[in-house]
C-alpha cells in the first residue's frame, strides 16, 4: 500500500474506491447465515471486520494483516465486539483450518502472483465452503484495463487529495496486478465452487463475488 496511506485510509478509501461501502456491505450480506468461524484476510482497519461482528454476533471472527498500525486502529474498531481477535500475520503463515468462510476487501489485487496462487490453492484445499472477495479485478481485454486505469486515474483528480499521494496511487495501480475472474472461477470449479458475482461496477472494475460449495 501507497507509503503512510494508512494514517488517512479511512477518510480517502471512499474517494479513491467510489464502491468502497456498498463493496463492503456486499461481502457481509454475502456471508452464509450458517457460517460459524470467519477469516478476514488483510483486514486493515477493520471496516469490514466491525461489520461482520455487528451483524453476526454468533460468529467468530479473525482478522489477519501484516500491518500493525493498521490492525491497532481496528483493534480500537472492534474494542466492543466480544467474537473478533486480530492477528499480525502474513496471509501466507496462515493455517486455513477450521474456517467455514473466508473474506477479503481490496487485498488480491495488491499482492504479487506467486503469493497469489500460493493463498488460492490453500483457500480451495481447506474445508471453507464460502469465499467472498471484493476487489478489484483485471479487465479481460486489454482494451478493457486501459479504460480502468483511465477511469481509476480520473475518479482520483479532483478529490481533496494531496497530489503526491494521488501520483504515488496511479502508479501502484499500474504496478498492480489484478487477478482475472475467469482463471479464479476455473480454479474454484475445478474444487467444486460456483461463483456468484454480488456487485460489480464496470467502469472501475471493483467488484464483489462469492464461491459457495
Ligand atoms: C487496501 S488495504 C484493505 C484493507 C481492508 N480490507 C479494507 O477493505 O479496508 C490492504 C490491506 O492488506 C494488507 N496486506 C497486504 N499484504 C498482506 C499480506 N501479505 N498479509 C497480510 N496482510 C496484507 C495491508 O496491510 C492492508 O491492510
Given amino acids: 500500500m501507497a507509503r503512510e496511506w494508512y494514517k488517512i485510509y479511512d477518510s480517502v478509501i471512499d474517494s479513491v474506491c467510489p ?13 452464509p447465515s450458517n457460517a460459524k468461524n470467519i477469516v478476514e484476510l488483510g483486514s486493515g482497519t477493520g471496516e469490514l471486520t466491525y461489520r461482520i461482528a455487528q451483524t453476526y454476533p454468533n460468529t467468530n471472527i ?7 498500525p493498521l490492525l491497532d486502529i481496528a483493534k480500537y474498531k472492534s474494542r466492543s465486539y466480544g467474537n473478533v481477535r486480530l492477528l499480525n500475520l502474513d496471509i501466507l503463515g496462515l493455517d486455513f483450518a477450521g474456517f467455514d468462510t473466508i473474506v477479503s476487501g ?33 479487465g479481460e481485454t486489454q ?36 487477478m482475472k475472474l ?25 467488484v464483489t463475488y462469492g464461491f459457495y460449495r
Fill in 62 to 68: 479473525v482478522g489477519v494483516d501484516i500491518n500493525i
Fill in 182 to 206: 475467469s482463471e479464479q472461477k476455473k480454479l474454484f470449479e475445478e474444487n467444486r465452487f460456483m461463483l456468484k458475482i454480488l456487485h460489480q461496477n464496470p467502469n472501475h472494475g471493483f
Fill in 106 to 138: 481490496l487485498v488480491f489485487h495488491l499482492l504479487p502472483q506467486h503469493y497469489r496462487d500460493v493463498i488460492l490453492e490453500r483457500m480451495v484445499s481447506s474445508q471453507a465452503s464460502a469465499v467472498v472477495i471484493f476487489d478489484r479485478v483485471k
Fill in 143 to 178: 482494451e478493457k484495463e486501459k479504460t480502468f486505469l483511465e477511469y481509476f486515474a480520473h475518479n482520483l483528480q479532483g478529490k481533496r487529495l494531496a497530489q503526491d499521494l494521488i501520483e504515488e496511487l496511479i502508479k501502484e495501480s499500474r504496478i498492480n496486478k489484478p
Fill in 19 to 31: 464502491d468502497y461501502k456498498m463493496g463492503l456491505e456486499a461481502v457481509v450480506n454475502a456471508i
